[in-house]
């Protein structure tokens, strides 16, 4: 069975400094990862995906994923944090078949001045 | 863009009563999906659908129950209310082949008293 673990549920930083929200997978087969975010009363929003292509994956706002087969992990990253990256940040799963994703408990991510 | 629409925003109910949560696609796609969203636990899956009248559970469907009579409607209904249903509810559907992605709605935010 596929399953996702976010390690920290509340990561603070100051504006400026490095992003990093931490994710590992276990999936018996060749995984599609997703990263989506989540803003106060609203949906969830697509940051950027993995479907196999290449292991580095930009998106959105600034952020980026690297794909490690090795440690089955796809840790979200962004160079300089700003006020606005404050948020619900959500790792998540699929197989090839595509059925539903699975999702991680989600991180919460604080930006201070 | 996929657009998926819930038809409410924000719900109250009272325990007992049968309570149904609208889903609507407009790309005539096959999976749909309902999740339930609650602090520190993340997006679980409750049911999906893959065609019109066809559904399968999902890891949380105790107290649930769907219909897809339509490809583009898919909708959730709670047989009973009770309290420990408030929650955040998403409904999303998958789009593409190969390249596949997912688009949420907006939520419904259901109070149950």
């Known amino acids: 069975a596929q399953s996702v673990t976010q390690l920290g549920s509340h990561v603070s930083v100051s504006e400026g400094a490095l992003v990093l929200l931490r994710c590992n997978y276990s999936?018996?087969?060749?995984?599609?990862l997703f990263w989506y975010v989540q803003y106060p009363n609203q949906g969830l929003q697509l940051l950027l995906k993995y479907t196999s292509a290449a292991t580095l994956v930009k998106g959105i706002n600034g952020f980026e994923a690297e794909f490690k087969k090795s440690e089955t992990s796809f840790h979200l990253t962004k160079p300089s944090a700003h006020m606005s990256d404050a948020a619900e940040y959500f790792c998540?799963?699929?197989?090839?078949?595509?059925?539903?994703?699975?999702f991680g408990k989600g991180t919460t991510l604080s930006v201070s001045s | 863009d996929v657009k998926v629409t819930q038809s409410s925003r924000y719900l109250v109910k009272r325990t007992g009563e049968k309570v149904f949560l609208e889903c609507v696609q407009d790309?005539?796609?096959?999976?749909m999906f309902w999740y339930r969203q609650d602090p520190g636990l993340g997006l679980r899956l409750i049911y999906f659908s893959y065609d019109v009248k066809m559904k399968e559970k999902g890891d949380i469907p105790e107290g649930y129950s769907v219909s897809r009579e339509k490809k583009e409607r898919f909708s959730l209904i709670l047989e009973s209310a009770s309290t420990n249903q408030t929650s955040m509810y998403l409904c999303a559907t998958r789009w593409g082949g190969y390249n596949y992605g997912y688009t949420f709605g907006s939520g419904t935010r259901l109070t149950v008293v």
């Open positions: 999936s018996s087969v060749p995984p599609y």
């Open positions: 790309m005539d796609h096959e999976n």
């Open positions: 998540a799963v699929s197989d090839q078949a595509g059925t539903a994703l699975i």
